[in-house]
């Protein structure tokens, strides 16, 4: 009887998981078009002096004419602001694919466009990563004004500021940790090379900075970043950016929940805060 004993438990160091009854298997990991397809997030913008005077509208949804997913960044004054800034609006938007088996997204189109009383000034940049060539066109206000093209290294991957954002959250560029700081390949400017650089905070930074908010909660992650002045026409291309490492309410893994552009153009330091759903 005490050898049978002995046969079942190395029977059963062998199987796998110890061979459960009622095994119930693990939903499949998600890939990150899956993790954020669907995500809105409605800001609230002010600058000085004028509280709420925008808003921004941040979605991720299915492309329904093409391949992937389509990022948009949307930001419109209100109210009077709004005749007072000439009925602005700024428009980013980005068309991705997954790649890596779903473990990343890359950028295939880029597209930028400030309006003032209709009149619009686009910026479109193409990344063709069969043929290796990135190419760019410049509208104002109808005509084309610029246009040209360079190569791409092969294994090369530039991200816009918008893939960056959801790359970032989804842990494309490693693990979001205290005093690490990240550096991205992003799209050329003005036919320049261009970088993203994020510093996330110490922890002893990020406790201090946390401190001087009106809001504490859900402020986790405090990371500096510094990109292409252009980008978001600012002086220094500065933004300051929290982060919740809480996934409640709807949003995907660590939400924006803050963030101040720095020194835009005629405007000033400009911020927005995370609407929460209710």
């Known amino acids: 009887m005490k050898k049978i004993f ?4 190395f029977l059963l160091l062998l199987l796998p998981d110890g061979y459960p009854v009622n095994e119930v298997s693990s939903p499949a990991t998600k890939t990150i078009g899956q993790t954020f397809d669907g995500e809105e997030l409605l800001y609230d913008i002010s600058f000085f002096p004028i509280p709420n005077a925008a808003y921004g509208r941040f979605t991720f949804e299915k492309n329904q004419n093409g391949p992937g997913y389509i990022i948009t960044l949307e930001a419109r004054t209100r109210h009077l602001v709004r005749l007072l800034t000439l009925m602005r609006k ?3 938007r980005s068309y991705v694919e997954e790649v890596d088996g779903g473990k990343r997204l890359r950028s295939y189109r880029f597209e930028k466009e400030v309006s003032y009383l209709g009149k619009t000034r686009r910026n479109i940049t193409f990344a063709d990563y069969s043929t290796h060539k990135l190419s760019w066109k410049s509208w104002e206000y109808g005509k084309l004004i610029k246009e040209g093209e360079q190569d791409i290294e092969p294994g090369r991957l530039l991200d816009d500021p918008l893939v960056a954002f959801y790359n970032l959250r989804y842990g494309v560029y490693g693990t979001i940790d205290f005093g690490k700081t990240i550096t991205i390949d992003s799209i050329p400017i003005r ?7 994020i510093h996330i905070a110490s922890k002893e930074t990020t406790n201090k900075e ?5 809001i504490q909660e859900e402020r986790d992650y405090y990371l500096n970043v510094v990109l292409a002045k252009e980008t ?3 002086k220094s291309g500065k933004i300051k950016i929290w982060l919740s490492k809480e996934q409640g309410n709807g949003y995907g893994p660590f939400k924006p929940v803050y963030g101040i552009v720095e020194d835009v153009i005629a405007i000033g330091d400009v911020s927005g805060v995370l609407r929460i759903k209710k």
């Open 6 to 9: 002995i046969f079942i438990f």
């Open 90 to 92: 700024d428009l980013y």
């Open 191 to 197: 036919n320049k090379p261009a970088e993203i650089i």
């Open 210 to 214: 946390r401190k001087r908010l009106v």
């Open 232 to 234: 978001f026409n600012t």
